[in-house]
């Protein structure tokens, strides 16, 4: 690999890739779920917290590009390096949410599958369309062809981003909608109101333990290319995606706050209806000719998230077995056979259909106990990110994070302890 401390055109686009990838995942139920519900049912009033949750998550999602890069290796090899312990917590955890984030995903997915070919309309079997939405995911990555995939992305990610700039210009252009003569404003710290705040911020823009899936893109990128980029253009990379995810989110609270927020209408629970509610706030805003463009690329941004999701965890698992159970010199035989990768998205797919099939009528509450289930495991996984990329015997101090991002790291320590404890107390007390 040939290595850089010089930022040049060349090498940024070499290492471009795995922050788009990043901005993709983050696009999908964060943004076309949660944030358009937020706006929907709220307004602005929770603008705040989406503000917030991208701001002070913004360094622990850093780290894990800065130290893959720093170090050469993994995050998760980092969290050996910390001790064997918090590997194996790290896939505990793992575990513990990867078919709940998985089926979050796939069902938003699966609605917008139906909603694009109206496979709904063809079958009574609710279940056909995320079966089919698995098998073709789990059969693309058996292949190794997501190399394709994260090609496509970048177009259909570009095609979206317009779309949505788009709708949001024409939205602030026309205006909020006149609200209903009985409506009444929401409250939002009361029960209901906070726990929505836990699950909105959950996926804002991303869980934090999805982090160890930059330094994994990063380091398949770097052995794509062939090339190891400097840190400044690794960077670049992830802040590139990071900041159009940022926007989006504003954007898509902004859609279903004029569009929605006062009107008497709410977000559909099914999946297929609330996929079709949210192409209709592109329409209604760019005209009902969009209605297919916008059909399709909201399909596919959802499908690559999918396809990503499936990957990372499965990258994810692949990665802590190896570290946790073979020793070095076998590690590289059980990455080549891919057996365990594999073994993974079968495990991954058929765990993740089961809970769908317990949440088949209830989108909405089955995001809301995924995200919230982020946003809880979030604190830890964050500090222990912080602690890999600021201790000198895991990355040499020219690379290590700058003060303003230590500082900004505390108050996100605070954020996320901070709601952390809120939830609880409300859950419980």
Sequence with gaps: ??????????????????????????????????????????????????????????????YGSRYANAAGESIIDGYKRVGTWMLVLYFLITICSMFFVTAAVGFVTAGFMENLFGINEWTDFKLLTT????????????????????????????????????????TLMNGPIEKA????????????GILFIIALMGWMPT??????W???????????????PSLKETLFDFNFGYIISAILSICFITLGAFIMYGSGMEMPAGSAAFAN???????????????????????SIMFGTSIAVFDGYARSLERSFELLFFKEEKQEHLLQSRTFYIASLLVIAIGAFFIIAQFISNLKLL???????????????????????????FIAPENQPPQWLRLLSYAGFAYLIGFSLLFVWVKFF
């Design 1 to 62: 690999m040939n290595s850089s401390s010089k930022t040049n055109l060349s090498g940024i686009l070499k290492a471009l890739g795995p922050g788009i990838l990043f901005a993709s995942t983050a696009i999908g139920v964060s943004h076309l779920v949660q944030s358009t519900r937020a706006g929907a049912e709220y307004g602005f009033l929770l603008l705040w917290a989406v503000i917030c949750a991208n701001l002070f998550k913004y360094p622990f999602f850093e």
């Design 131 to 170: 079966l089919l939405l698995f098998i073709i995911c789990v059969f693309i990555l058996i292949l190794g062809k997501y190399s394709v995939l994260d090609s496509m992305i970048k177009v259909i990610g570009s095609v979206l981003l317009v779309s949505t700039l788009g709708a949001f210009v024409l």
């Design 181 to 192: 003569p009985d409506f009444v404003a929401p409250q939002v710290w009361n029960d209901k």
């Design 207 to 212: 869980a934090v333990d999805l982090s160890a």
């Design 214 to 228: 930059n330094s994994l893109w990063t380091i398949e990128r770097m052995k794509q290319t062939g090339y190891r």
């Design 277 to 299: 509610k949210v192409v209709e706030l592109y329409t209604t805003t760019i005209g009902d000719w969009s209605y297919f463009i916008i059909a399709v690329s909201a399909f």
């Design 367 to 393: 995001v809301d106990l995924a995200t919230t289930i982020s946003f809880l495991i979030a604190p830890l996984i964050a500090f222990i990110n912080f602690r890999l990329v600021t201790d000198d015997r």
